[in-house]
């Protein structure tokens, strides 16, 4: 299936500021758009602002060539959302966390078990989530994203918190993802290397 | 593996996931579920300390007292129906779900009501005995909880989408869902008296079940506009 | 004609057109609310049941009348701010609201002051006509409290918008759910409805179209400081401001 994302002349306000103004993109499968800029130039809000978490002042954006304001649901159900923080609920462990995900997307077809184990996480499912390190919660998070199974990854400075093994990890999860024909946007605030198309967007 | 799997899912599958989690929560932080429950038999009891123990005060504000303690006690608790999932980034997560917000929220609230409001209904005979009230009036007085905690549940949830995340939130809460929450309480107390008094009640029912019907049919729809502004 | 209205949208033409509102509305109001007042107390006959006390109404009715108002206006600027996404839209509501709280605290006072002769208490929580100003006040308050608590004026708007809108359909079911429970209660109401005579009525429509009118000058007055602070960054604004003629 080729899915396509673009967006033409995005302008966001907040507050005071306007953080960006006629801004235009557009990303293919197996394309990655890099987000650079420093802390609170507006990467995040860039990209709350395709996700549809903000409304944006003027411009349009269009997933598949229709905008994404007529097929909200459609949007949604097409990309997943990788933040600084999980979203993950600490009191429920990484078994109850991934089977309440999994049930919002009832149609991934993926195999549990294999994605614990690819991401090192499987012998800690019983355990509740805060007594996990931050680096494990984020496995815990990239989990959640194989699982989902989507086209689009949004992931908002996804090396954060993590060690060496950690960055390579997420390296080579985006690398294979965009090389089946996925989507990404990043936004980190240090440079990135990928053996993919990079779009770079500076803010 | 059997069946191919439908691409849209159904509509209230998210509603019963996101009750089930939020269920669960609760079960594991009992705390949670108890707190409103003493306060409720806290006021109950505060009550007559203050106003005196005749029997005659007691059977005559017995149904205004219990029902003002069930309002204090919800409004205390809805405060945290969007609070966890906002510091940990849940929210974010539920505002780019696939599946709709409303359905969403409104499978929120009723695993909220299941926690703070049921309670109340549950253990208001016990407290209303202490009041002196007759059977059949406590039939009544759990009748018009039940109606009134759905009510107030589902129209407090749009004050804590409003005000979640806003400092000195609970303050504003109580004071954007007091106007909202007085009819509810002008129907359900003013019902069980009129109940108590052997008069005919069941208009009072009837409206407060009407206010419950439009209440879950338009709040979550409230609900989710507000998270979604209060999130920008 | 709809050119008008959609120039009306932009908020420096709006600024200069609510500048001349001012007189044009404050004036004839002014004179209005004098003769009504005038009217009011000397000229309209004595009420055979409340004496001199019912000449209360010539305030209470249009201040009554108003506070309503203001709701609607806060709910209709909410939700065209909402749907069309008209700032100034915004600015109205937020505009109305103190104006709105202060005539429903008017209305108070004015109520409480009328029942008093009547009721021998400066409250009476009977009367479901004060019970749900009483109510419509704490909406007001609400309002308020949640615009000043969010810093973000968009978000401010928006959030508040929402609010007022179902701020409005709850004055509905409280009015009627106060109305109820005072019937329960036989409580006693001043407030009646029967038929006046022409010379009571005269002034109270005076005084009711004068406070209008007046409501609508302060309005415009608030609305114009409203539009200056929002649109403070703007070049339209500072060359207003530096220009020889300040604010005109």
Known sequence: MTAKLSANDLTLIRGESCLFQGLGFALNPGELLLLEGQNGSGKTSLMRAIAGMLSLESGEILWNDIPVDEQRQEFHGALVWLAHRTGLKGDLTLVENLHFEAALRPQANVDFEAVCERLGI?????LPLRSLSAGQQRRVALARMLLADVPLWLMDEPFTNLDREGRALIMRL????????????MAAHQDVEIDSTVTRVSL | MGAPIPQQPGIF????????????????????????????????????????????????????????????????????????????????????????????????TIAHWIISGLPLVLISPLLAMTYRMPA???????????????????LGSIGAALTVGLHRGTALLSLLILPLAMPVLLLGANTVSLAAG??????????????????????PYATAAALRISNE | MWTFFHKLASPPHFYRFAAT??????????????YGAYAGLFVASVDYQQGDAFRIIYVHVPAAYLSMMAYMM??????????????LAHAVGAAAAPLGAAFTFLA??????????????????????????????????????????IDDTAKADKASAVLALVGVVNVVIVHFSVEWWSSLHQGQTVFKKGTMDADMRIPLFAMLIGFTLIFGAMLARRIRTEILYRERRTRWVKELVLSPEGDK
């Open chain 3, 108 to 149: 108070l006072v004015t109520g409480s002051i009328w029942g008093r002769p009547m009721w021998g208490t400066w409250w009476e929580w009977g009367d479901p006509r004060l019970t749900s100003e009483l109510i419509l006040l704490f909406l007001y308050f609400g309002y308020m409290a949640l615009r000043s608590s």
């Open chain 1, 122 to 126: 499987a012998r800690l499912r019983s």
């Open chain 3, 74 to 87: 806060m709910a209709v600027g909410g939700g065209i701010g909402l749907i069309w996404r008209l700032k």
């Open chain 2, 13 to 108: 599958v998210g509603l019963i996931a996101i009750a089930r989690r939020d269920l669960l929560l609760a079960w594991k932080r009992p705390g949670d579920v108890l707190n409103p429950l003493f306060f409720f038999a806290m006021v109950c009891t505060l009550f007559p300390l203050a106003v005196g123990p005749s029997a005659e005060q007691l059977t005559f504000s017995g149904p205004g007292v219990l029902w003002v303690a069930a309002l204090l006690s919800t409004l205390l608790s809805l405060n945290g129906l969007f609070m966890s999932d906002h510091e940990d980034g849940s929210l974010d997560q539920l505002l780019v779900s696939p599946q709709p917000l409303p359905v969403l929220v409104l499978g929120k």
């Open chain 1, 174 to 185: 985006t690398e294979e993802h965009l090389a089946n024909g996925g989507m990404c946007i």
């Open chain 2, 198 to 219: 052997n008069e005919v009640y069941a208009t009072g029912i009837w409206a407060l079940g009407a206010y419950a019907v439009a209440a879950l049919s338009l709040a």
């Open chain 3, 21 to 34: 509102l001012i007189p044009w509305f404050g004036i004839p109001g002014l004179i209005l609310i004098a």
């Open chain 2, 136 to 154: 059949d009036v406590m039939g009544v007085l759990m009748l018009t909880l039940l109606l009134g905690t759905v009510c107030l549940s589902l």
